[in-house]
């Protein structure tokens, strides 16, 4: 199985479009200076989450089971720590509004979560005829 980055990146990036296109009218609208610019840096750091974990999966494809678990998972773990720690220093110190910060990167992590897991299933799918 090979991972091809640049069709992964144009899938996610078409995803992002979409998404945008979907919330810009009410958070123009409705939402403030402040919300907007929290919610662009949530997206943001779910995008390079998301770009990390695909060369990382990547890296970790072509090795045995275990040794891949164990990249995937430790990966992960060490991602989610460091979106932790975003967090802290983008409520605590940079006083950015938690709301829109929290709510885009949940939405843009499942978002592409669910694109990645579309991605890989289309890669181990054979077609049978």
């Known amino acids: 199985m090979r991972i091809d980055v640049k069709k992964f990146l ?11 296109l ?20 949530g997206s943001l750091i779910s995008f390079v989450n998301s ?11 072509a090795k045995p089971d275990k040794e ?10 060490i ?12 409520l605590e110190v940079l006083n950015f509004e938690i709301y829109g910060l929290v709510m885009s990167l949940l939405l843009f992590y499942f978002i592409f979560l ?7 299933s289309k890669l181990t799918t054979k077609k049978e005829f």
């Open 22 to 41: 979907l919330i810009s009218y009410p958070l123009i609208k409705f939402a403030s200076g402040e919300f907007i610019r929290s919610f662009i840096v």
């Open 68 to 77: 891949f678990l164990k990249l995937t998972f430790g990966s992960m773990g």
């Open 114 to 120: 669910g694109v990645e897991i579309f991605y890989l």
């Open 79 to 90: 991602r989610l720590f460091a979106i932790a720690g975003l967090i802290l220093l983008m």
């Open 10 to 20: 144009k899938n996610i990036l078409i995803a992002t479009v979409l998404v945008w």
């Open 51 to 61: 770009v990390i974990g695909i060369f990382v999966l990547k890296q970790g494809i």
